[in-house]
């Protein structure tokens, strides 16, 4: 089955800068996806990273403050901007439809665990 | 309305013993999908098992089944023969409508 990682695994930062998360998958997908997970929370689907196009946000998440790209059908960035603590928690990519793999299952990536001090 | 429920918010479990994590769902799609995810300590998201909808037999993969009861909207992991690894938060989702819905997880922790 596909690879999917994330960069970088984990940070900390201070409030009112930015960081650039990266979700690499090792082959091509159609639909990519961003969560967010708060501490001791359920995931939050953040938006869908399409490719080609603007990325469709959740209500709730707007681009000023996440905004994504999405290059290729294997990579895509979520920036995290202007960060506060209320934004600490894992970040978390997924991928939709890996060869042999059941129809709509989602595949995470690893996870990149945020504090913002 | 919530579509997924899990109203364990944790679980207790001796090591060897079996397990059941309970979740119930709320569609009225006939077409729909249900998933169980393990999230250790590290935050990783791991795919355990899936279930469809039209699916006659319940899941199975490796120690993990799930019992599937269509009437009554509930889609259970039961994890077998229970090992100190899997003491993690299991989250049950459903996918119907093209979206993704994720219960609030169950925390489980196997003891020796």
């Known amino acids: 089955s596909a690879v999917i990682s994330q960069k970088p695994s984990r940070d900390i930062c201070q409030r009112g800068t930015s960081l650039t998360i990266q979700c690499q998958v090792d082959?091509?997908?159609?639909?990519m996806f961003w969560y967010r997970q708060q501490p001791g929370q359920s995931l939050t689907l953040i938006a869908t990273?399409?490719?080609?196009?603007?990325?469709?946000?959740e209500s709730g998440f707007v681009i000023d403050k996440f905004p994504i790209s999405r290059p290729n059908l294997t990579f895509s960035t979520l920036t995290v901007s202007n960060m506060s603590p209320e934004d600490s928690s894992i970040y978390l990519c997924?991928?939709?439809?890996?060869?042999?793999?059941?129809?709509?299952?989602?595949?995470f990536g690893p996870g990149t665990r945020l504090t913002v001090l | 309305a919530q579509k997924i429920t899990q109203t364990q918010p944790g679980m207790f479990v001796q090591e060897k013993e079996a397990v059941t994590l309970d979740c119930t769902y709320d569609t009225s799609d006939p077409s729909y999908g249900l998933f169980w995810y393990k999230q250790p300590s590290s935050g990783e998201m791991i795919f355990l098992i899936y279930?469809?909808?039209?699916?006659?037999q319940n899941a199975t993969e490796g120690r993990y089944s799930l019992n599937f009861q269509k009437a009554r909207k509930s889609a259970n992991l039961v994890i077998s023969a229970s090992q100190l690894g899997d003491s993690a938060m299991y989250f049950c989702?459903?996918?119907?409508?093209?979206?993704?819905?994720f219960g609030t997880g169950t925390s489980l922790t196997v003891i020796p």
């Open positions: 989702a459903m996918m119907t409508g093209n979206q993704f819905y």
């Open positions: 997924s991928v939709k439809r890996l060869a042999g793999g059941p129809t709509d299952t989602q595949y």
């Open positions: 279930q469809g909808s039209y699916d006659q």
């Open positions: 990273a399409n490719q080609g196009s603007e990325a469709t946000y």
């Open positions: 082959s091509q997908v159609t639909m």
